[in-house]
């Protein structure tokens, strides 16, 4: 069984500063994709960033990137110049490649950009 | 917006009662995903299925039942209903290729309320 841990329930930054979210977890599989889920107030699940563990390259998009480490089993997400509407719940995701494609989620942590 | 649609987006009722959940996946999408977001359970991978027929199942209650249409749409029935059903309930769906290498995108959600 797979699980993802985020264990700082609550993040604080500064507008334009630079903020790193935390991710670790634990799977026996080699093949699997991981994910942040952005969740703002209006509780929309909005996908953030995707990494294949395949890939050695962190991916990034646009103020967001990763930092995938794949034997520490670390996914850290770092937002760049913050602003004040990526304040929200974000969630840390992994999901096997095989037919059992659920998401197994983290506990989620609130960031929160200050003006 | 995802291109995945939920109804209703409120739903109260009270204990004992049974309720139906509606989810329209994105065009194309063969795959819908339900989970359960909770405050003390988090974010919980319910059931998926895939055109129209059950691929996997996660922590979902006997009470709880889904089914996948021919034109793709899937419903969540919820019945004897307890207070700790309360949740929001999201809808996901994805591609899913024989790569199953898609990801979710989700809907908006529907807020249930058990009183």
């Known amino acids: 069984a797979q699980t993802v841990t985020q264990s700082q329930p609550e993040m604080s930054v500064q507008e334009a500063e630079t903020v790193t979210l935390s991710c670790t977890y634990d799977?026996?599989?080699?093949?699997?994709?991981l994910f942040w889920y952005k969740q703002p107030p209006s509780r929309q699940m909005i996908l953030v960033i995707r990494q294949e563990a395949y890939k050695q390259q962190n991916a990034t998009e646009n103020r967001f990137s990763v930092n995938f480490q794949k034997a520490a089993k670390s996914f850290s997400l770092k937002i760049s110049d913050s602003q004040l509407g990526d304040t929200a719940m974000y969630f840390c995701?992994?999901?096997?490649?095989?037919?059992?494609?659920?998401?197994?989620f983290g506990k989620g942590i609130t960031l929160s950009v200050r003006p | 917006d995802s291109g995945v649609t939920q109804t209703p987006k409120h739903l109260i009722t009270a204990t004992g009662q049974r309720v139906t959940l509606r989810c329209s996946p994105r065009s194309g999408d063969l795959s819908v995903y339900w989970y359960q977001q909770s405050l003390d359970q988090g974010l919980q991978f319910l059931i998926q299925?895939?055109?129209?027929?059950?691929?996997a199942k996660g922590n979902i209650l006997e009470r709880f039942s889904a089914q996948q249409f021919p034109d793709l749409h899937s419903e969540l029935n919820l019945s004897s209903l307890e207070l700790g059903d309360s949740a929001l309930y999201f809808c996901?769906?994805?591609?899913?290729?024989?790569?199953?290498?898609?990801?979710?995108?989700f809907g908006p959600g529907t807020r249930l309320t058990v009183l």
């Open positions: 799977t026996s599989e080699n093949n699997y994709y």
């Open positions: 299925y895939y055109n129209g027929e059950e691929r």
């Open positions: 995701a992994l999901r096997y490649t095989g037919a059992n494609s659920k998401l197994t």
């Open positions: 996901a769906s994805s591609e899913d290729t024989l790569l199953w290498t898609d990801t979710q995108y």
